[in-house]
């Protein structure tokens, strides 16, 4: 903690309160006396380099070159995937990494380069690294994708972990997306980026930074090809970015350049290179593949502090009354009593689960949130058990911590320890007992509830981290993730025939193999609106495909138009929630007026009938790694334009969505990639690449197929039909079909279909192994016209 940190303390003391003010002016102190007893001062340090190479080893799929003062290890994985490290760091221990590491590709040797360098060839990719260290990435046509300088570390005389930077340039038309949700994305520019997973305290918007979900994730897009570079630690850290130019300086490119700073831990990364498409895969054969949501959780949830069973019953006939699809209700912390974990308010909800049943046979499911702060306090049965099985984060004098959580006084577990996750896991059996069939996880960064904006433990607090032991400085990035683990994998063992549902705020790489994210509070005005925007693809880009921002912003105040379009826009992402967070005026969806009301129908009915190609994306994310979401450029990297283009996206293969994101606007101009489009609400064709201007009238925004795509949707009677948009003239199309195989964990057969043009006839054909059959499902062919 320092000085900012207290000072951000004290100001907290008016405004959250007496009580809460003084507990966590007294938790701040308690957080500055415990780092400065169990944290070593930095002190005098020495700066270190590579130095000069010596020799060389070779190994399995590349070898280690050993320099005066370092030596790196380099090695190419089977699936093409690149790992490098200093200083002896392994790939594992790892929280990105889904179990052991990838097998080294015999194939690739590590032999020596000019200039008494050495070199790794692989059948994708070469690796050069140069007699003082610097390491470059090419081609196998020698084309360099990244170039990375000598490191530097600076390490404490007396001892302890040692900063490090690494200093890299890629080409001068390279574009940087990633590291994870930015509010001023997609497209990251010039600035400073950090990395500690942080909850502001206030409505988000584009020049925030940083946010809940951090990752040392770069995605990198430039025309000689695409690359994504993981740097493997969960320190604390930035990341300074500078776009390049091209013919800056005497006619002379200038590279684009990233330059990480660690405060400690590991100097290792991966780098995979190939199309969007591959990178995305072998990204997810690295960190595991996305959890699999049920299929109600594909669909519109509504969140609100209801304040009683009444008003959820309230609520949800409003929906029904109205003609508003409800998949799940999401009930926040009023819904449990003072110590709020797992402890139910019986006045507010004294028959949940006859609530939850009646909900449940109307199609619609209970989610509840859940936070990591347990009530200090003897008598509450969750810090009872949790101080039985030691399961709570000690400071280094081996005291129990405490910081201020939602309840006040809490204590916190250390989701870093195996024990600790299996039992928090078992907890969850309360909240299915009660009827719940989802968890939304909040304040899991962890955070101050009070003081918003550091962390609530300190930074000398101890983990487990596995059995190896830290403290909080490498646990805290990772807190989120962890706890996220320990819910997943609770609800899998408490209920093995249903696929849990589980959506944190905090996050990590691989935090999707156990569920999605949501935003936090985004601003409620049109800049929240963009940052909403820019959170989900850099997310997915970072392999967190199930994401998405709470429908109407955190503040009061929203204009029914702002409103319906941040409906619109969220209608068309993969986590769809509603959030009635405002104090005061209107809330739900009614509530705007019946011209908003009517308009705000068909964006909901429109998600419902899309619900079958969600539950294919869904799929495809888990099997492939490609994200619902993706940019425009994902398959045409090298369109530069498309580069900057963050004001649309592509919603899987199929679909090109086109959010309004200005006031007042009814016509908007939006880029395509190559191919025809139809405007599927006009039938209108566009030729790609290139701008148009659209219709975006108050009742919809643009979306467009593309020529030949196949669409899965819900029919009038709730079976899956195909939606094929015709083929542009001597070419072709298809798609795939994943149908929803129901909750549990059952694998649904994939469908391939083919579509060809054959003058003013389009024909449909499902492949199989054996030859072509006529599809079974009806379909409708749109675009002849």
Not at 521 to 543: E, F, I
Not at 623 to 638: D, H, I, K, Q, S
Request: proline share 7%; aromatic share 8%; net charge neutral.
């Amino acid at each position: 903690m320092n000085g900012r940190d207290l000072v951000r303390s004290v100001k907290v003391v008016g405004s959250a309160g007496a009580a809460q003010g003084v507990r966590t002016l007294r938790a701040a102190w308690r957080r500055r006396r415990a780092d400065a007893a169990g944290l070593p001062p930095r002190g005098a340090e020495r700066a270190r380099v590579p130095g000069e190479v010596r020799d060389a080893r070779p190994e399995p799929g590349g070898g280690v070159v050993r320099f005066s003062r370092s030596e790196l290890r380099v090695v190419v994985a089977v699936s093409g995937a690149v790992f490098w490290s200093w200083d002896g760091a392994a790939p594992e221990p790892s929280y990105a990494l889904a179990g052991r590491a990838p097998e080294p590709d015999p194939r690739a040797v590590l032999e020596p380069d000019k200039d008494g360098g050495w070199r790794v060839v692989a059948e994708r990719v070469t690796v050069t690294v140069s007699r003082r260290g610097t390491v470059e990435v090419c081609t196998p046509g020698g084309v360099r994708l990244r170039r990375d300088l000598p490191p530097r570390w600076w390490e404490p005389a007396g001892g302890g972990p040692a900063r490090w930077m690494q200093r890299s340039e890629v080409a001068a038309d390279a574009r940087f997306f990633g590291l994870g949700g930015r509010a001023s994305g997609p497209v990251l520019r010039d600035g400073t980026y950090r990395l500690w997973n942080t909850d502001p305290g206030h409505a988000v918007g584009p020049g925030d930074d940083p946010l809940h979900v951090t990752m040392p994730v770069q995605v990198v897009v430039a025309d000689a090809g695409t690359h994504l570079v993981f740097h493997d630690n969960s320190w604390d850290g930035t990341v300074v970015l500078r776009q390049g130019e091209e013919g800056a300086g005497s006619g002379h490119d200038r590279p684009g350049v990233s330059e990480l700073r660690m405060d400690g831990g590991p100097l290792r990364c991966w780098v995979v290179v190939g199309t969007p498409a591959r990178v995305a895969h072998i990204w997810a054969s690295l960190t595991g593949p996305a959890a699999l949501p049920p299929g109600w959780a594909l669909g519109h949830q509504h969140a609100r502090r209801f304040g009683g069973e009444q008003e959820v019953r309230r609520i949800v006939a409003g929906h029904h009354e109205h003609g508003l699809p409800l998949d799940a209700v999401h009930l926040d912390t009023d819904h449990l009593d003072a110590l709020q974990v797992f402890t139910l308010d019986q006045d507010r909800f004294p028959k949940l689960p006859v609530l939850a049943e009646e909900l449940r046979r109307d199609g619609i499911r209970l989610v509840s949130v859940v936070d990591p702060a347990v009530h200090a306090s003897v008598g509450n049965a969750v810090h009872d058990a949790g101080t039985s099985e030691d399961a709570f984060v000690r400071d280094a004098s081996g005291d129990v911590v405490r910081g201020v959580g939602r309840p006040g006084e809490a204590v916190f577990p250390d989701f870093t320890h195996a024990r600790v996750r299996a039992w928090w896991g078992g907890l969850y059996q309360e909240r299915l007992a009660q009827g719940f069939s989802g968890f939304w996880h909040g304040m899991d960064e962890p955070t101050s509830f009070a003081a918003f904006g550091e962390t609530t433990l300190p930074r000398s607090a101890r983990h487990a981290l596995e059995g190896r032991g830290g403290d909080h400085r490498e646990a805290h990035n990772v807190y989120g993730l962890c706890m996220a683990r320990a819910g997943c994998e609770g609800l899998r063992a408490l209920a093995p025939g249903e696929r849990p549902f589980v959506f944190s705020r905090s996050g990590w790489a691989g935090t999707q193999r156990y569920g999605g994210t949501w935003s936090g509070d985004v601003a409620t005005g049109w800049a929240g609106l963009r940052a909403s925007l820019s959170l989900v693809v850099g997310l997915g880009l970072c392999g967190v495909p199930c994401c998405g921002p709470d429908v109407a912003g955190c503040e009061d105040g929203t204009s029914p138009e702002l409103f319906l379009r941040r409906l619109q826009l969220a209608a068309y992402l993969p986590l769809f929630r509603t959030h009635a967070r405002g104090r005061a005026g209107r809330r739900e969806l009614w509530e705007f007026g019946p011209e908003v009301l009517g308009h705000a129908r068909g964006a909901l009915v429109e998600r419902r009938r899309l619900l079958p190609y969600f539950v294919t994306l869904a799929h495809l994310a888990r099997r492939t790694g490609a994200p619902y979401v993706r940019p425009l450029w994902w398959n045409t990297p090298e369109d530069r334009a498309l580069r900057e283009c963050g004001d649309a996206f592509l919603l899987g293969d199929a679909l090109l969505v086109a959010p309004v994101l200005r006031s007042g606007a009814d016509r908007r101009t939006v880029r395509l990639p190559r191919g025809r489009w139809y405007d599927t609400a006009t039938g209108q064709v566009f030729e790609g690449p290139g701008q148009v201007r659209v219709d975006a009238p108050l009742g919809r925004i643009p979306v467009l197929a593309r020529a030949g795509a196949v669409v899965p949707v819900r029919g009038e009677t709730g079976g899956v039909e195909l939606e094929v948009w015709a083929p542009a003239p001597g070419r072709g199309g298809g798609g795939l079909v994943v149908p929803d195989a129901g909750d549990g964990w059952d694998e649904a057969a994939t469908e391939r279909y083919a579509v060809r043009r054959q003058g003013r006839r389009v024909v449909v054909e499902l492949e199989r192994e054996d030859g072509t059959d006529t599809p079974s499902r009806p379909l409708r062919v749109r675009g002849l016209d």
